[in-house]
């Protein structure tokens, strides 16, 4: 069959890749439509660590079952729809056996660390597939981007009537700030871009403030009452947000890492001791992310109307990846419509 491949920084090609049976425990699903991750375009402008090229990318996947291997339990069925996870997990080192599957120290991400999504067929282990029936493809390509923030908001252990600050809406701090107001929290989002801050107040935020502001910090000490933030997000992995939140947050308050940093900067941890702050990071989601996830998908299936910004099909994904590699403002969701393909 034809797969799409990163064969090194800004060069992309069609492949032919040998059709593999499903194995024990797998399944044989059709990629019906494909999302493109930050990660995706990171891998197409060379600035991505973890890939070896050539690597076939993409693993935000919107699939239909088509063939059931051996020993997977029944349940799942030919002709159902879901995604996929795309992580791995080993089983045995610390953070799997308490259950933290997305930390994996052995995790190899679908389409970053191992072939990916970008072809009309693949196997996945069926412990991996999410199904999602009923659903729209558009909508169930949303499940992982989404989960991955909500996973970050369920970082912290109780979030109701707090005053959270959010860092950046790309598609993590869209899927953050969700998941904040359905648990119920009030949701300063702060942004650079004024199409995000009129886009976090469509999604429910209270308010939608421009970083770049001379008013920024009198506003978060008015909405405040001058006590300090109870929480702040940092979906944007810069190191002045690490100065900004040990500053802003109330005593007590907690400070949720989801983006990573490029930079570094020295800083105290006096802020820290003397607040009492509570640190979290945040990298990937569980099972129940994604099915959270796909549940209030289920019911706002509006929401993509906000969140997809364009569509290309997968003939043209040379074209989709130059495209948002100089738009780099204007995307937020890019959909790959993909083909019905060979299978052989
Ligand atoms: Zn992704
Ligand atoms: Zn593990």
Redesign the pocket.
């Known amino acids: 069959m034809k797969a799409f491949a990163i064969e090194q920084k800004e060069q992309c090609a069609f492949t032919t890749i040998d059709h593999i049976s499903p194995r024990n425990g797998e399944i044989v699903v059709a990629v019906k439509v494909l999302g493109l ?1 930050g ?1 995706d375009l990171k891998t197409y402008q060379g600035h991505n660590p973890m890939v070896e090229y050539p690597i076939i990318p993409g ?2 996947i919107a699939c239909e079952v088509v063939e059931i291997g051996p020993g997977v339990p029944s349940g799942i069925a030919v002709g159902s729809r879901g995604t996929v996870m795309p992580y791995t997990k080993c089983g045995v080192c610390p953070a799997c056996r308490s259950g933290r599957f997305n930390t994996c120290s052995t995790n190899r991400t679908m389409g970053v660390a191992r072939p990916g999504a970008a072809r009309p067929f693949m196997t996945v282990h069926h412990d991996d597939f999410i199904p999602c029936d009923g659903m729209d493809y558009s909508d169930i390509a949303l499940v ?2 989404l989960s ?1 923030g909500r996973h970050a908001a369920n970082r912290v252990p109780a979030v109701a009537g707090k005053l959270v600050l959010l860092y950046g809406l790309g598609i993590i701090g869209v899927g953050i700030l969700i998941e904040l107001k359905r648990l119920g929290a009030k949701v300063i989002v702060a942004d650079v871009a004024a199409d995000k801050l009129d886009l976090a107040l469509r999604l429910g935020a209270d308010y939608a403030l421009d970083i770049k502001d001379a008013e920024f910090d009198s506003t978060i000490d008015k909405l405040s009452g001058g006590m300090g933030l109870d929480i702040v997000f940092d979906a944007v992995g810069s190191a002045k947000i690490v100065e900004s939140a040990l500053s802003r947050t109330a005593v007590a308050a907690t400070i949720v890492f989801v983006g990573y940093h490029t930079d570094t900067i020295p800083f105290n941890t006096k802020p820290i001791v003397s607040k009492e702050l509570s640190v979290y990071g945040s990298r990937n989601a569980l099972k129940a992310d994604f099915e959270g996830s796909r549940d209030n998908l289920r019911s706002n299936p509006a929401l993509k109307e906000l969140l997809v910004t364009n569509r290309f099909a997968f003939s043209e994904l040379a074209e989709a990846f130059r495209y948002w590699s100089e738009n780099r403002g204007s995307v937020m969701k890019i959909l790959v419509d993909m083909p019905e393909g060979e299978r052989k």
């Open positions: 991750c990660s693993h935000e992982e981007p991955v």
